[in-house]
């Protein structure tokens, strides 16, 4: 605690800041110029010139003029007293804090909803000693590229902004030739930002094994980016006013990206939610949802536009369905609203419930992140993560949340694989799993153990202490053991332990099944992950004090030319052999810690779960085949031409992978 | 009028690109009534290496084609006029030169034409961007520099590797549109491809034609009983602009972006082709960066006190950018080239002369589409044929077929467009639309003599399958060689081509047997009028 100062002004809670709450484009129009500036508030902290803070440096360099451009000082008085420059396209400084201001805006809004602080991805390592290193600020470069692009670096732990001139369809819609800046766009600062938190705290979501990982990636982008529309309270009553309370229809807040879109030749934003500009009428109409997109669509941006839209459709019934009695009263039952521009207090309501229902809605998707499993995720396990999670904080589920969530992503065919009915109960992860007494023990040394870690870290806000700490815990210091090592010398019934979590834990001949030899022990090696404290409060006060864990092991497999699977040990410093690649198993666990347990222990296994119910220890043949089948026929019929041409195929990771438009 | 009864198609193998000898037949005749010659090139090769093909060449022309067709300005398709120029333009050691007729080329070349010249201009500024950012990114990768920025990362090398891929394959694009020259530094940018310059120069013709579509032109030189229909270049930007099509238009779909000038004005600029910083080139006013400039003009004392507080705060940006050599992103704007350089390929393949040559009396039909992509083909469908005569074969009450849709119903021999790449042909409005039992097709693909990046597009997998099936296997390609049916590269392609043709008759087998000649320099296929 700071030392009680007298006689001294405190800190200010948030620092405003001026920016587009769209992008310049709607500045120009008459009806939107009034409410696309915005003022952000972002919490108040110490800043560099740059602006460089707590979780991000603006380094504002354009390479290909080899130039720097004079950074912002956000702490002159003249700043401070006039929330930051005005909005201007033509002044870096202001390029350089609008991407500051948005971009703390969506670590906020994870922070608010995780219940904890986030770390950046940390930077991997040559050396496998060290293996990875501590990354402190996300850089982000306004102006890196010349192209109608912008990325997320995860080897350079950097947001490349890119600058271009335009090309509309027509000079009605943008002007020709004018120089469009990626960085003045909120949608795309927040996506680019979202996949470097996503990158975080979920880092094997980078490893196409299935086609809804890289989609699931650039959705949940996406997502992030549309729901943030609605915390801005001036733009979201202008839209209600405008829609008449309809948000089913055309509007801006589920339309990502215009300025962007108009200027590389659409008919409109770049991806709409709700809707689209129909290509021979130019006139927006709403989408059907159609399961065979599901089944079709393989390009991660398009994928992904699904899950948007299923989300979407969740939110607008779950605002429908607030919203049903305020319409009843205004209009004395008949629903029928009058002729003319709505009551502006009933606008100011219907925003209040908009807003409500968007922030629950992007904080059910976010919560959920915790309860994916670390590798390998499918839109179906991202459904079960998202109704577990929301029922583990709200048992009552009054309003139907869930309801509208399962009922949107069945409409548009996506359906987890393994359960039997597409029921609430069904989707629902397996609360405590069953123990035996061995099994018990052996959790009981955990749970101590996590205790110890939580003891030492729940008053940390320190996020470099936060994440030195957890990696102690994981790997141990010179004074304990760690976690590692703890399962792995407490364990009595690797068995048991292989039933819960698919994993490999055999004491010997774990190599036959494809797992490598762990460098510290004799055994087979897996890796901990992301360990984490989670603290939530429910809207009934309910409390949640969870630590979680992700594990996760690699295989080395084989397919060979007649469909049987065989396996080799994977070594890093050598090409996988001929039909050979590495499948990953991953089990994500969660401890409450209120009431000692395991929780829930989210599973995907490397070994067959069917056949280990059996008593028959076997390699996951059907995980291992539908990669097979992804990787080396269905994602490759539908790379980009510049995957094609440039790239090395499907798993090549070295490039860049989180391209807001996709030609990477 | 020569009744003509059959065409010979020859194609040289001179690796991946195109170089066709066509001669037609009367039956009256042993000596062929008319040839055709349709480019020259190849992605490789030097004049030595390729002076055999192209003597083979001359002499089944006899040193003398009526017409000499060059689709379009890509080195796989002018390449030999270029390294082989002596062959083309002087007198062989028994005093005959090489002679065409006419030589037709798409409007697309036509100089003389203002709107064509102003375009080419710009286009060539754009090649010219192209050429200097694979130079740039060449020497760049060589740089210490460059590889500093992945030491200490977890697989620099694969890093690195999948850069040095992408310069690779970039470089090939280059080359495809303009021509280096060897320096006592490494490789200079030369200018536009030397081949064009042979053609449109230095061979000895008679006439040039620039055709656009829509255009028919009855027979070649005096003989009738052939008629040539000119379905592309496009004559709209669009078209030209379109090289893919939607699902089910396109063997595979993608959206590439147009090339962005911004770009290009950097790039030539890096190469010291402007006059300097011009405000083209810059984002933003200079006093954003030129700071120090600035001290000159204050004589305030606060006023100097600022700008010296900003200088020093770019100069601490600058220690931070330079700190971490891992984190600098001095290059990764290069690698924007790549959506560039397929920009230039695809608009550059739809400025392809694209022709069908109808045989007037059985209407059968051969399509040569030089390396056109989707763009041209959506295109053909809307040509406003002026002698529709030919396509109403089915006036009774129902709607007229159009006529580029009847040519392709007739198509029996189609010369497959761009190298068998995923969207060089049409799905709905090309190959679905060929239907002749007798069709049969001609790939100029080889992977011995081919462009990097090319063997992951080439063959498409979904074309061949298709083609496959279309022409029973009648499908002749430039090599087999390292080619496979499948992703996993276990079925040969020749196998599985060989598996095709066994779902010919006997007898089609047989003639099939009969008009098809492979040889090291050339393959032939027998067409029937």
């Known amino acids: ?664 | 009028m020569q009744k003509i009864s059959h065409a010979e198609v020859r194609m040289y193998r001179l690796g991946t690109g195109d170089c066709f000898a066509i001669k037609f037949f009367s039956k009256e005749k042993e000596e062929p009534v008319c040839k055709l010659m349709i480019d020259a090139g190849t992605w490789s090769g030097s004049g030595t290496d390729l002076e055999p093909y192209i003597k083979d060449l001359k002499q089944y022309l006899d040193n003398y084609a009526d017409v000499l067709i060059v689709t379009h300005e890509h080195k796989d398709h002018v390449h030999a006029f270029d390294v082989c120029k002596e062959l083309f333009t002087e007198k062989d050691t028994k005093g005959k030169q090489f002679e065409v007729g006419e030589l037709w080329m798409g409007w697309t070349e036509n100089d003389r034409l203002k709107k064509v010249k102003e375009w080419k201009e710009d286009y060539g500024e754009k090649k010219k961007a192209l050429g200097i950012a694979a130079l740039t990114l060449q020497e760049t990768m060589a740089s210490p520099e460059f590889k500093k920025q992945f030491e200490g990362n977890r697989d620099a090398a694969k890093m690195l590797g999948a850069r040095e891929t992408f310069g690779k394959v970039l470089n090939g694009f280059a080359d495809l549109h303009v021509a280096f020259e060897a320096s006592s530094t490494g490789k200079v940018y030369k200018g536009g491809l030397a081949g064009m310059e042979v053609v449109k120069k230095d061979i000895k013709k008679k006439e040039v034609k620039y055709y656009k579509p829509g255009d028919v032109i009855q027979g070649i030189g005096n003989v009738e009983g052939i008629r040539i229909y000119v379905l592309g270049p496009p004559e709209l930007q669009e078209e030209i602009a379109q090289e893919a099509g939607g699902e089910g238009e396109s063997y595979q779909h993608n959206k590439v972006l147009r090339e962005s000038d911004t770009f290009g004005a950097a790039i030539l600029h890096l190469a010291g082709n402007d006059n300097g910083m011009d405000a083209g080139v810059l984002p933003f006013d200079e006093k954003y960066y030129d700071i120090d400039k600035r001290l000159e003009y204050i004589q305030e004392p606060e006023g100097k006190e600022a700008i010296l507080k900003e200088v020093d705060s770019m100069d601490t940006i600058k220690k931070i950018y330079e700190a971490k050599d891992w984190r600098r992103i001095d290059y990764d704007w290069l690698f924007s080239a790549g959506a560039f350089a397929l920009r230039m390929n695809g608009l550059t393949n739809n400025l392809s002369l694209a022709v069908a040559i109808e045989f007037v009396d059985s209407g059968r039909v051969m399509l040569f589409p030089g390396d056109a992509e989707f763009g041209s083909w959506a295109s053909w469908h809307t040509i406003d044929w002026k002698e529709d005569d030919r396509s109403n074969g089915n006036t009774d009450g129902k709607k007229q077929k159009h006529l580029t849709e009847d040519l392709l119903n007739r198509t029996v021999f189609y010369k497959v467009a761009h190298h068998l790449s995923h969207n060089g042909t049409a799905q709905r409005l090309g190959l679905e639309m060929m239907k002749h039992k007798d069709l049969a097709a001609m790939a100029t693909l080889d992977y011995n003599k081919i462009n990097d990046g090319w063997t992951s597009t080439m063959p498409n997998r979904s074309l061949i399958k298709e083609l496959l099936l279309r022409t029973r296997g009648r499908l002749m390609i430039m090599n087999e060689e390292g080619l496979f049916y499948d992703f996993n590269e276990e079925v040969p392609m020749k196998d599985k081509i060989e598996d095709a043709r066994n779902s010919m008759t006997d007898k089609e087998r047989k003639a099939f047997e009969k008009d098809f000649i492979s040889n090291k320099r050339y393959l032939q296929y027998t067409v029937k009028a």
């Open chain 1, 1 to 664: 605690m700071n030392a009680i100062q007298p006689n001294t002004v405190k800190k200010p809670a948030f620092r405003s800041l001026k920016a587009y709450a769209f992008d310049p484009s709607l500045s120009l129009k008459i009806d939107t110029a009034g409410i696309n500036q915005l003022v952000y508030k972002v919490p108040w902290e110490d800043l560099d010139t740059g602006p460089s803070g707590e979780y991000i440096e603006v380094v504002d360099y354009d390479p290909t003029v080899k130039k720097y451009f004079k950074p912002v000082d956000l702490n002159h008085p003249y700043l401070l007293a006039q929330n930051g420059l005005d909005p201007s396209e033509s002044n870096p400084q202001f390029h350089q804090q609008m991407v500051y201001a948005v971009a703390m805006t969506t670590i906020m809004n994870f922070e608010k909803a995780l219940g904890r602080k986030i770390l950046w991805a940390p930077r991997l390592l040559e050396d496998r000693a060290k293996f990875e290193e501590y990354v402190q600020k996300l850089r982000i470069y306004p102006h890196a590229l010349r192209e109608a692009n912008a990325y997320y670096s995860p080897v350079k732990k950097s947001l490349l902004f890119g600058y271009f001139s335009s090309f509309p369809a027509n000079n009605v819609i943008h002007m020709p030739d004018a120089l469009v800046f990626t960085c003045l766009s909120h949608d795309i600062i927040a996506h680019e930002t979202t996949h470097a938190i996503l990158d975080g705290m979920q880092y094997h979501y980078n490893e196409p094994s299935n086609p809804d990982v890289l989609a699931f990636h650039e959705a949940f982008a996406d997502i992030v980016a549309l729901f943030q529309h609605f915390t801005f309270p001036s733009v979201l009553q202008h839209q209600i006013a405008q829609t008449r309370g309809d948000l089913g229809s055309q509007n801006l807040l589920g339309k990502l990206a215009q300025e962007f879109g108009a200027a590389i030749g659409n008919y409109g934003s770049l991806r709409d939610a709700i809707g689209e500009i129909d290509e021979k009428t130019k006139e927006w109409k709403p989408r059907e949802p159609n399961p065979n997109d599901y089944k079709r669509e393989m390009e991660p941006h398009a994928r992904g536009s699904i899950l948007v839209a299923a989300v979407f459709e969740a939110f607008i019934t779950i605002y429908k369905s607030r919203v049903a009695d305020l319409l009843r009263i205004a209009t004395n039952g008949t629903g029928i609203l009058p002729q003319g521009d709505l009551h502006p207090d009933l606008v100011n309501r219907l925003s209040g419930e908009a807003s409500a229902a968007a922030s629950h809605v992007l904080s059910m998707c976010i919560r959920a992140l915790d309860y994916c499993p670390p590798v390998d995720i499918t839109f179906g396990e991202y459904l079960r993560a998202i109704i577990t999670a929301d029922a583990d904080l709200v048992n009552n589920d009054s309003r139907n949340y869930r309801l509208a969530f399962i009922d949107a992503f069945r409409r548009r065919g996506i359906y987890p694989e393994g359960i039997k009915t597409l029921s609430e109960e069904s989707l629902r992860y397996a609360q405590e799993p069953f123990l035996g007494q061995q099994q018990q023990d052996f959790f009981g040394v955990l749970l101590k153990f996590l205790k110890e870690f939580r003891d030492a870290t729940i008053y940390t806000k320190d996020r470099a202490e936060i994440y030195r700490l957890s990696k102690s815990h994981i790997s141990g210091s010179t004074t304990s053991e760690g976690l590692n090592k703890k399962i792995v010398f407490s364990m009595e019934d690797p068995g048991e332990f292989e039933k819960l979590t698919g994993l490999v834990f055999l004491t010997q001949n774990w190599e036959q099944y494809g797992v490598r030899t762990s460098p510290k022990y004799k055994g087979p090696s897996f890796r901990i992950e992301n360990l984490r404290l989670v603290s939530r409060v429910g809207p009934d006060g309910d409390q949640l004090n969870y630590i979680i864990f992700s594990l996760t092991q690699r295989a080395g497999v084989i397919v060979n030319e007649d469909g049987t699977i065989s396996t080799y040990v994977p070594d890093d410093a050598q090409e996988p052999p001929k039909r050979g690649f590495e499948c990953w198993g991953g089990c994500t666990m969660i401890f409450d810690m209120a009431n000692p347990s395991l929780r829930y222990a989210i599973t995907k296994p490397l070994l067959d779960p069917d056949k280990l119910r059996q008593g028959i220890r076997q390699l996951n043949e059907k995980r291992i085949l539908k990669q097979f089948r992804y990787q080396t026929e269905e994602a490759i019929l539908h790379l980009s031409e510049q995957s094609l041409y440039f790239g090395a195929g499907i798993n090549n990771n070295f490039n860049e992978p989180f391209a807001f438009l996709h030609n990477h």
